[in-house]
């Protein structure tokens, strides 16, 4: 029989058994020609196009899909289109400009068309798009789920467009149950067939509100000056959580703030005309100019230049730094080592790097083992060369979870499950361009609470004062909540003095040269040489009176303010009696 009263076939050119004749400019063309046809009074509905499944052979549809393949006629040997042929994406080529029932509400109810009680229709294509104002998910459980089985389908969309990524595709009486998205859209579309109508739908939907408010953190510290170990105290807050803290501690030597490497923690400013000792240039060409370190061989492909740091299981690593890729180049590229064992070496021994491509606009993840890499993670985003950006990654060990952040924006992320656990270095890494590298951090995890060490080169804390009015620590805060908003980070600047003033060198009893006899006997004067402190100062100065070197029975120590001459008076002094001042300075750390 013929099927050409209800129908209009199409043939196209090339074969069923090879996919690449049916190209974008074919599946596009055929799709136009169709809608064109069903716009042109033939009474052909182009919701009545086969949207199921491709197959090989012979799969006879009845005559309420109008639009279908020649496979589907009965009556027929042909094959085509096959088991290469997209339908659903054909019928969404035909079916191309679908409107939307919007809700914007943060929660409500869904019905088919026919509401709570009735059944839906014949040939819909309805569209039901849940966009709360502000939402960052949406859920969606299904109370009830009825349709014609097989016939008649619900899909469900992770995003705003029939082009989103389906979640899932529903018939029957199996209900999809609870579903959340994973962004702030969620689109349900209903397709309905020629025949046969069923009670539907009832969905119920709740939604979060998206959280772009970033966190908090504050550091607390006592007394005015740290003269010993001491206690610092962090406040974290957020709306909702915050998910990981980090720390530093830095000191300053009196020309630049560094941080103590063997702690885990990294700082260089590169404010210095040359790049400081502690890094080794192993490849590229490395300078310290303008305030940020700059590798400017572009022809170069792996440029190398690294600092011992130790990195360990016990903390959680945050990198940071500002960075800026130039050049000349159409592969330029620049990035980080870290977790390097042995970054002498091309990849460095065992490491991870986290590379930016400025010229194809990717973020991409790489594991070294036995110093061959191999690219394990890579997504797109916008990195535009000559603009600075702020670089963070966080790596936890115990987890392998490594996270890299652009702006404050997480561009990917990848989690090890043989994750490094040690490393002695980090290495500054470009490729064919020119690499800028500025303000280099490494903060590790912290608790509520920590204990800085200070006193000597093996301490956090290596340095002094150079003179009371410039502080030789700095601790760090910075926090990420759980939705991925970092903090802004808090410092706060220490005053350091673990020693005491210099030795005060004579006392001299009397107004002026030592002597050794008055004839007053109801007061004793004296005078001293000055002590100096460079790092807290000297405050004032004190003093005491006995009848033995040190003694306090006569008079007990007294504040002289910062006088270095005393006259004590009301004393009742007995003849014959050797009378001794005891002097000692106080420096500002007390």
């Known amino acids: 029989g013929s099927e050409n009263p209800y129908t209009i076939g199409i043939e196209h050119e090339g074969y069923v058994s090879d996919p690449s004749w049916y190209t974008t400019a074919l599946y596009t063309s055929s799709a136009n020609l169709c809608r064109d046809i069903t716009q042109s009074g033939y009474g052909i509905n182009p919701l009545r196009t086969f949207f199921g499944n491709s197959s090989t052979g012979v799969n006879v549809l009845g005559g ?11 009556n027929q040997s042909h094959t085509d289109p096959g088991i290469n042929w997209d339908w659903e994406g054909f019928y969404k080529l035909i079916n191309n400009n679908p409107s939307y029932t919007t ?5 409500g109810n869904l019905y088919d068309s026919g509401g709570s009680t009735g059944n839906y229709t014949d040939d819909e294509r309805t569209l039901y798009l849940i966009q709360p104002t502000g939402g960052a998910n949406v859920t ?18 992770d995003g705003a467009t029939p082009n989103a990524p389906l979640i899932g595709k529903y018939t029957g009486t199996t209900s999809p149950g609870t579903i959340t998205s994973t962004g702030s859209d969620l ?27 970033p966190p908090t953190t504050s550091i607390a510290t006592t007394g005015a000056w740290q003269t010993n170990n001491f206690n610092a105290s962090f406040t974290d807050a957020d709306n909702i959580n915050v998910a990981k803290s980090f ?8 020309t630049e703030w560094r941080s103590n490497s063997t702690f885990g923690f990294l700082n260089d400013q590169f404010d210095q005309t040359t790049i400081h000792s502690d890094w080794t240039n192993q490849a590229g060409t490395w300078n310290s100019t303008s305030g940020y370190l700059q590798q400017t061989d572009e022809a170069e492909a792996n440029t190398n230049i690294y600092i011992p740091t130790n990195q360990d299981a016990a903390s959680t690593y945050l990198y940071n730094w500002q960075g800026q890729i130039k050049g000349a180049g159409t592969n330029r590229r620049a990035g980080l080592h870290f977790f390097c064992d042995d970054a002498i070496q091309t990849q460095r021994g065992n490491s991870y790097l986290i590379y930016w491509r400025a010229d ?22 916008t990195v535009d060369p000559n603009i600075w950006y702020d670089f963070k990654i966080s790596y936890d060990p115990s987890t392998g979870e490594i996270k890299a952040y652009l ?38 995890s912290r608790s509520s609470a920590e204990i800085v060490t200070i006193g000597n080169a093996s301490s956090e804390i290596r340095f002094q004062n150079s003179n009371p009015n410039i502080p030789s620590a700095r601790i760090a805060s910075i926090v990420i909540d759980i939705n991925e908003n970092w903090s802004s980070t808090n410092e706060k600047l220490e005053d350091i003095d673990w020693t005491a003033p210099v030795n005060i060198g004579f006392v001299n009893d009397g107004i002026a040269t030592d002597i050794d006899l008055t004839n007053i006997g109801t007061e004793l004067i004296a005078n001293w040489s000055s002590s100096v402190d460079s790092h807290s100062g000297v405050t004032n100065y004190w003093y005491a009176i006995g009848t033995s070197s040190g003694a306090t029975d006569v008079v007990n120590w007294t504040n002289n303010g910062n006088s270095a001459s005393a006259t004590h008076t009301g004393l009742s002094l007995i003849a014959g009696t050797f009378y001794y001042y005891s002097v000692k300075a106080l420096n500002g750390a007390g």
């Open 407 to 444: 702006n404050d924006i997480i561009a990917s992320q990848w989690t090890d499950s043989a994750p490094l656990t040690s490393g002695n270095s980090i290495s500054p890494r470009t490729g064919n361009c020119i690499g800028n590298f500025e303000n280099l951090r490494v903060y590790k």
């Open 360 to 381: 194809s606009d990717k973020c991409q993840i790489y594991k070294a083992t036995a110093n061959t890499v191999v690219l394990v993670k890579e997504d797109d985003i």
């Open 64 to 74: 309420c899909t109008k639009i279908k393949g020649h496979q589907h006629y009965p």
């Open 247 to 254: 720390y530093q501690v830095a000191d300053y030597d009196g």
């Open 103 to 107: 809700y914007t509400a943060g929660s």
């Open 140 to 157: 969606i459980t299904f109370n009830s789920f009825n349709l014609e089985l097989d016939w008649d389908y619900m899909f469900i969309y």
């Open 187 to 213: 689109l349900l579309e209903f397709r309905s067939d020629c025949a046969t109508v069923k009670p539907g739908w009832a969905i119920t939907y709740t939604s979060t509100q998206a959280d772009n408010t």
